[in-house]
């Protein structure tokens, strides 16, 4: 059983900055990357960074240099991953979803967390 916890969005002004967290715990041991994906309406849920359990991390351009992904793993029962997001635009708003996935047992989603860029 793997839970995903997300916390961070909220509203801010374009040019603000707001950090995410994804907090996954449970069956962990084989987790090869964790990232965030985001879907604003009317569109297809993006990738937006993802990072591997060698903190290796691919951006999607439209972030790249605005938006940093980092992790932390405390033993093999916790894993959280970060995205903290600067200069953040109105194109920005979006749900934005935590992803975990595993060399065994899938991938798995967190609920979702609401970001808006607005003045």
């Known amino acids: 059983q793997v839970q995903l916890v997300e916390s961070g969005g909220g509203l801010v002004q374009p040019g603000g900055s707001l950090r995410l967290s994804c907090a996954a715990s449970g069956s962990i041991f084989n987790i090869y990357n964790m990232g965030w994906y985001r879907q604003a309406p009317g569109k297809q849920r993006e990738l937006v960074a993802i990072?591997?359990?060698?903190?290796?991390?691919?951006?999607?351009d439209s972030v790249k240099g605005r938006f940093t992904i980092s992790t932390i793993s405390r033993d093999n029962a916790k894993n959280t991953v970060y995205l903290q997001m600067n200069s953040l635009k109105p194109e920005d708003t979006a749900v934005y979803y935590c992803?975990?996935?595993?060399?065994?047992?899938?991938?798995?989603w967190g609920q979702g967390t609401q970001v808006t860029v607005s003045s």
């Open positions: 990072i591997t359990s060698t903190s290796t991390a691919n951006y999607a």
């Open positions: 992803t975990a996935n595993f060399v065994i047992g899938g991938s798995h």
